[in-house]
């Protein structure tokens, strides 16, 4: 009579798992800056590529900077592991999609609103990330050494 063994599916579902909730970090934490972008422009009835004046665009820019920490630090948190790593995508995403954004309308529109998300908006998710990083203990600071 032959042994049946079963093989240790508990890895593979394990890892499989740890994808999705990678995928749903970065989408979640995504999701936060998009959703608020989309809400502001909307509530103030102004178009995107259009250049709102000076006042309008530094307060969408302090907006999209609270923001985007915020989506770094929901994909931290949200993370299975590597909470930094997670967080650095969704500024990656905000980088590349400004970019191919800015590409699309090279000659259509104004650009303010990607190059804030290129030079500020990406790096303040990794600032965002960063603190959701140490919320969780992932990240020691100096004086825990």
């Keep these: 009579m032959s042994s049946l063994t079963i093989p240790d599916c508990s890895r593979n579902l394990e890892g499989a798992m740890n994808v999705l909730r990678s995928i749903g970090a970065v989408l979640g934490g995504y999701l936060v800056f998009l959703v608020s972008a ?3 422009f909307q509530v103030a009835k102004r178009p995107p590529g259009v250049w709102p004046g000076l006042g309008f665009a530094a307060f969408s ?3 999209g900077a609270a923001f985007a920490m915020a989506a770094g630090w929901v994909a931290a948190r ?3 592991r590597s909470p930094l ?3 650095g995508v969704v500024a990656g995403l905000l980088a590349t999609i400004a970019c191919v954004s800015m590409l699309a309308q090279m000659r259509q ?3 303010w609103s990607q190059w804030a998300a290129i030079l500020l908006f990406a790096p303040a998710a990794v600032i965002g990330g960063f603190q959701g990083a140490r919320r969780r203990g ?3 600071s100096p004086e825990q050494s």
Aim: charged content about 0%; hydrophobic content about 65%.
């Design 85 to 87: 790593a997670h967080a």
């Design 38 to 40: 989309v809400a502001l």
């Design 109 to 111: 529109a104004s650009h």
């Design 138 to 140: 992932a990240v020691h």
């Design 78 to 80: 949200l993370a299975p």
């Design 61 to 63: 820019i302090l907006y």
